[in-house]
């Protein structure tokens, strides 16, 4: 099996951390970059590269054998910072095609569609994949390596997941040409009213996008 999918025991542990944590950064300086709105037409082409890459180090967390953490209590990490910033911001910048549908465990009875929002999504990533480099810059890489791989599985594994489906439906929309269509009835439990994907709106996104794609939508 390859390195880039199983950790070789004769890998340094410290190498496989280092690759990990820069996967990690990397991902949430381009994320803050892009809710900063400084390129709107590129956001969603943006994230869906950036989640896409976050989930390869998820595959390899994923793929490793169990990490167990040096102590048996976690260390306190500090105060979380505050992502609300980053999830309005992400918000605006997706406001048409920022809510969706999701189904959390695709082995679980079909159920009811659940909605869900690409900005709360990976706001929730990054507070894990903060969390975890909290204990990374401290020193403490076996319990960064351990927390990112526990809420890998437990939390933004899926989530992430979820979110790339989403990206990556808009995109392939925009790219086949098919108009984003009503998602009657779907919205979120945030207090923001009765927000579903127009359709026109959604021609507005898929020209928005497709402008830093090099495509042309009719």
Same mark, same amino acid.
């Given at each position: 099996?390859?390195?880039?999918?199983? =950790? /070789?025991?004769?890998?340094?542990?410290? %190498? !496989?951390?280092?690759?990990?944590?820069?996967?990690?950064?990397?991902?949430?300086?381009? $994320?803050? *970059?892009?809710?900063?709105?400084?390129?709107?037409?590129?956001?969603?082409? !943006?994230?869906?590269?950036?989640?896409?890459?976050?989930?390869?180090? #998820? #595959?390899?967390?994923?793929? +490793?054998? %169990?990490?167990?953490?040096?102590?048996?209590?976690?260390?306190? /990490? @500090?105060?979380?910072? %505050?992502?609300? *910033?980053?999830?309005?911001?992400?918000? &605006?910048?997706?406001?048409?095609?920022?809510?969706?549908? *999701?189904?959390?465990?695709?082995?679980?009875? /079909?159920?009811? &569609? $659940?909605?869900?929002?690409?900005?709360? %999504?990976?706001?929730?990533?990054?507070?894990?994949?903060? +969390?975890?480099?909290? =204990?990374?810059?401290?020193?403490?890489?076996?319990?960064?390596?351990?927390?990112?791989?526990?809420?890998? !599985?437990?939390?933004? #594994? /899926?989530?992430?997941?979820?979110?790339?489906?989403?990206?990556?439906?808009?995109?392939? =929309?925009? &790219?086949?040409?098919?108009?984003?269509?009503?998602?009657?009835?779907?919205?979120?439990?945030? @207090?923001? @009213?009765?927000?579903?994907?127009?359709?026109?709106?959604?021609?507005?996104?898929?020209?928005?996008?497709?402008?830093?794609?090099?495509?042309? $939508?009719?």
């Amino acid at each position: 099996m390859s390195d880039a999918t199983l =950790h /070789s025991t004769t890998q340094d542990p410290d %190498d !496989f951390a280092v690759q990990i944590a820069d996967q990690v950064e990397s991902f949430l300086v381009a $994320v803050t *970059e892009v809710a900063r709105g400084a390129e709107p037409d590129s956001a969603v082409p !943006f994230l869906l590269l950036e989640v896409s890459q976050l989930l390869l180090a #998820g #595959g390899r967390l994923g793929a +490793h054998e %169990d990490i167990v953490p040096e102590e048996r209590y976690e260390p306190d /990490s @500090g105060p979380e910072p %505050d992502v609300d *910033e980053l999830r309005e911001n992400l918000a &605006r910048l997706l406001e048409p095609i920022d809510v969706y549908s *999701e189904v959390f465990d695709p082995y679980e009875p /079909s159920r009811a &569609r $659940v909605p869900a929002r690409i900005s709360d %999504d990976i706001a929730d990533v990054i507070t894990d994949l903060r +969390h975890g480099m909290a =204990h990374y810059r401290a020193g403490r890489t076996t319990e960064a390596l351990w927390w990112w791989q526990f809420s890998y !599985f437990s939390n933004w #594994g /899926s989530t992430a997941s979820a979110t790339l489906r989403a990206l990556q439906s808009v995109v392939a =929309h925009v &790219r086949l040409n098919q108009p984003l269509e009503e998602l009657d009835g779907l919205d979120t439990d945030q @207090g923001m @009213g009765d927000d579903t994907l127009e359709i026109e709106a959604g021609r507005v996104m898929q020209q928005e996008i497709a402008r830093p794609l090099g495509l042309r $939508v009719k």
